[in-house]
């Protein structure tokens, strides 16, 4: 079965760095992109990015182009949402997501919250 | 930029009621368009792709209608575990997805 943990919830003050992890099973790691999608507490689904394994090209939406930072790590099957200085509008779940051959997004991870606050 | 416009943004329906839920694309997508289910606490859960087919699992009550700009989620009969907020997603540009903003369904 195809599964996406995803690392634990943190609180972080502002301006402090922070990685999240989606570790991945049951698929081939490098043959799928993978992605990030941030949910603001009761609002919608936002694209952050995404990142194909096996080159480790990444792209990623023009909101949050130069404010994240998404890796993948092909030894462990694992991708990355990094950020450099956080700050409180960063407060949010951040879903990490399979994209299908087909394009669309398949599995999810189950989210990790991150509240910055000071 | 595609917008995604979600109508209405809730939808109140009774227990065994046909709900219907509309999505509208800025431009033609195409049928590069998916439907998700989010539940209280829980990741959202793929429902349709290509704009009409189910995802495994899922129950034949969910069809999902259209193409180009306007598309239709329809639940025949709703029953207590449908009560959610339902996503549609365009990914006819694969590098830049968008999420439209959601449709509540709760019961009357």
């Known amino acids: 079965d195809v599964q996406l943990m995803q690392s634990g919830a943190e609180v972080k003050k502002p301006g402090e760095s922070l990685r999240i992890s989606c570790k991945t099973s049951?698929?081939?790691?490098?043959?799928?992109?993978i992605g990030w999608v941030r949910q603001m507490p009761g609002k919608g689904l936002e694209w952050v990015g995404i990142?194909?394994?096996?080159?480790?090209?990444?792209r990623y939406s023009p909101s949050f182009q130069g404010q994240v930072t998404i890796s993948a790590d092909k030894s462990i099957s694992t991708a990355y949402l990094e950020w450099s200085s956080l700050k409180a509008s960063d407060s949010a779940m951040y879903f990490c997501v399979r994209r299908d051959s087909g394009w669309f997004l398949d599995f999810w991870g189950h989210g990790t919250l991150i509240t910055v606050s000071s | 930029e595609k917008v995604m416009t979600q109508s209405p943004a809730t939808l109140s329906v009774s227990p065994g009621d046909r709900a219907t839920l509309s999505c509208r694309a800025s431009?033609?997508?195409?049928?590069?368009l998916a439907w998700y289910q989010q539940k209280p606490g829980q990741a959202p859960r793929l429902l349709i792709y290509s704009a009409s087919t189910r995802a495994t699992g899922v129950p034949a009550r969910f069809s999902g209608s259209g193409s180009g700009a306007e598309f239709n989620l329809t639940i025949s009969s709703l029953q207590s575990e449908d009560f959610a907020v339902y996503y549609c997603?365009?990914?006819?540009?694969?590098?830049?997805?968008?999420f439209g903003g959601g449709t509540k369904v709760e019961i009357k």
């Open positions: 049951g698929y081939t790691f490098n043959s799928y992109w």
């Open positions: 431009q033609s997508v195409y049928s590069n």
């Open positions: 997603l365009q990914y006819k540009n694969w590098a830049e997805l968008t």
């Open positions: 990142v194909y394994p096996d080159d480790s090209d990444t």
